[in-house]
């Protein structure tokens, strides 16, 4: 069993900057891909941003967060981050840290493992 805790969330003005983080445990992580979902009122979960095993490895955005939203990892703290900059009203939502054995699942919107969210909020 995976378990992951999000951290960084908050309310922050139109414009400015977040740096969420999640730490990983249960799993070799360095063996595990990892990503970002969120979730807005009333809307479905979506794929924010993933990244494959290996620090640095292939990573995959959503088109809204290009150039925009930077996800990276550090194997050797078990930690994954999103750096989100220029934010926007509409990238209020719940933010939730997931992992899978595989990336291409985490493409897909099916990963195994999911932490238990943190709330980004963005003010106009």
């Known amino acids: 069993q995976v378990q992951l805790v999000e951290s960084g969330g908050g309310l922050v003005q139109a414009g400015g900057s977040l740096r969420l983080s999640c730490t990983a445990s249960?799993?070799?992580?360095?063996?595990?891909?990892m990503g970002w979902f969120r979730q807005a009122p009333g809307k479905e979960r979506e794929l924010v941003a993933a990244?494959?095993?290996?620090?640095?490895?292939?990573?995959h955005y959503a088109d809204y967060a290009k150039g925009r939203f930077t996800i990276s990892r550090d194997n050797g703290k078990n930690a994954l981050y999103l750096q989100m900059s220029s934010l926007k009203p509409e990238d209020t939502a719940v933010y939730y840290c997931?992992?899978?054995?595989?990336?291409?699942?985490?493409?897909?919107?099916?990963?195994?493992?999911w932490g238990q969210g943190t709330q980004v909020t963005v003010s106009s």
């Open positions: 997931t992992a899978d054995a595989l990336f291409e699942y985490m493409e897909a919107g099916r990963p195994d493992w």
């Open positions: 990244i494959d095993r290996l620090e640095g490895g292939r990573t």
């Open positions: 249960g799993r070799p992580f360095s063996r595990t891909a």
